[in-house]
């Protein structure tokens, strides 16, 4: 059975920080992508960043020089340092283990707000 659980967000001012966790067990394989995305009310699911297993990394533009993506591909867990948080970050945010034959493994999200 898998589990994958989010932890580490909250409540945070106008240009704090937090580090996002996501665990996971019961995924196989080393070669997953493993990424964060996040959606605020009324929005859809957007992707923030991704981790590949070759070290690539991708980041969404409102993510970039802000956020870092660090994945373990062995273990299938990622972290997401989020710098400079600003109020358009609100958000709850989604880890996601996407298996190369295409299945996709959710968590069920942490909240993040971003308020003064």
């Known amino acids: 059975q898998v589990h994958v659980v989010e932890s580490g967000g909250g409540l945070v001012q106008p240009g704090g920080s937090l580090r996002l966790s996501c665990v996971s067990s019961?995924?196989?394989?080393?070669?997953?992508?493993l990424a964060w995305y996040r959606q605020a009310p009324g929005q859809k699911r957007e992707m923030v960043a991704i981790?590949?297993?070759?070290?690539?990394?991708h980041y969404a533009g409102p993510s970039r020089d802000r956020f870092i993506i660090s994945g373990d591909h062995v273990k299938n867990s990622v972290h997401l340092q989020m710098n400079n948080l600003e109020p358009d970050d609100t958000a709850a945010y989604f880890c996601?283990?996407?298996?190369?034959?295409?299945?996709?493994?959710w968590g069920q999200g942490t909240q993040v707000t971003v308020s003064a």
């Open positions: 981790s590949s297993s070759d070290g690539r990394k």
């Open positions: 996601s283990i996407s298996r190369p034959q295409g299945y996709t493994y």
């Open positions: 019961g995924v196989e394989g080393s070669n997953n992508l």
